[in-house]
DNA sequence: TCAACTATACCGGCTGGACGGTCTGTCAAC
DNA sequence: GTTGACAGACCGTCCAGCCGGTATAGTTGA
């Protein structure tokens, strides 16, 4: 008995509770994979992190995969509603879903894109090492993207490679790959935006 | 930088299975994240699956990292070679590099390329969920190829948009996005063709 | 020629630490 | 006095890495 409960908590350590104990884990957690990676969020870690002792994770989050199931519900929602969101700032006709996917991944501000595209990969790791099944919500989404894109009254294939040339370039963002430079950014938004102003 | 010792380039005296046993090692531990993803590939399980004992193991590969970045040594060659081989493929002239690209991204026999896209997708993730920092070699030959695209005389932003197009793909594949149908892929295939017969 | 020695290529038990999940305890609010 | 929202000790499991042992081939020296 030498150390008893010597640590009580006065003050939390962190953050002094912004929004229910729910969030601020769901929070917790993307924050220590995005800083420490996925092998690094443990049940405790993001028990700290949000400032709650790990029962009290486990009262909102059952188990480790319920947490994962949460921070990926919470990021397709995120997403459809961004892409709604996209889809309705473009003016109608065709090519519109495409234009708004094209927006969605060159977007202007690159420091809002990243801090974004950063969260979502962090989910989207973690849930993927964790038991790729996991990604299904995501999935959903996706495809009904990509019917979007399909009806949106573009030439064959150029749907296809808006889609696949925003993904490449999440990718070489999550993994570190590459950095494309503004100017290879701009110049790959404007060839782009020539291939989707073609009509079949 | 060499982990293992020299090769012997006699016949070894009893071979129990197929090629040396480093060699075993290595395609097992590929296995092993194919078949039961990243968090299956333990260094027990790696030495069962080829055949030998864990020190024995550990005596070619130091340490888990040493066998992940034995692992990750060896993609990075190959890709390279596959690389250099593609553009060799390909008659000289501008382009020359993008449509070796292509070639490589739409292999015209998809279980080829599956097979191989899967063995650098398990290596690829295994390492990167270790410590990131080990797709060092990796980055060195996508830098490669990045500079060989900007040299190749392509209007500016089309052999970005390849680049990336083939990066998406990967990743759709890899995460089990989604499948895009033969359909699908020839006309992506046919419109990043009339996107790099394009000249500045 | 043959015993002693050394290097190579393994074998497999062990340990210490980390992690997910359980369980009991606490305490304020209703 | 019951319930909701935690706290935190504890347990079983898993795994990386360590270490002592072993078998065989090759080398050396008398």
């Known amino acids: 008995m030498s150390d008893g409960p010597a640590t009580v908590q006065a003050t939390p350590p962190q953050a002094p509770a912004a929004g229910d104990a729910r969030t601020r884990i769901l929070d917790a957690a993307e924050a220590i994979v995005r800083a420490r ?14 400032g709650v002792s790990k029962g009290g994770l486990l009262y909102h989050f059952a188990s480790k995969e319920a947490l994962l199931t949460g921070l990926l519900a919470r990021m397709a929602e995120w997403m459809r509603l961004d892409f709604e969101a996209a889809i309705a700032a473009q003016p109608e006709g065709p090519g519109r879903v495409a234009r708004a996917m094209l927006a969605w991944a060159f977007e202007l501000t690159p420091e809002a894109s990243n ?4 969260r979502a990969a962090a989910v989207f790791l973690a849930a993927f090492h964790h038991d790729p099944a996991l990604l299904g919500p995501i999935r959903a989404v996706i495809a009904r993207m990509r019917e979007a894109v399909a009806a949106d009254g573009l030439p064959p294939g150029h749907g296809g490679i808006i889609m696949a040339a925003g993904d490449g370039l999440f990718m070489a963002r999550i993994f570190g790959l590459y950095t494309p430079t503004g100017q290879e950014r701009q110049d790959m938004h404007a060839a782009l935006s020539r291939l989707l102003e073609q009509r079949p």
Chains 1, 2 share one sequence.
């Open 37 to 50: 990676g996925v092998s690094g969020l443990t049940l405790e870690a993001a028990a700290r992190e949000a």
């Open 115 to 118: 801090e974004r595209c950063d």
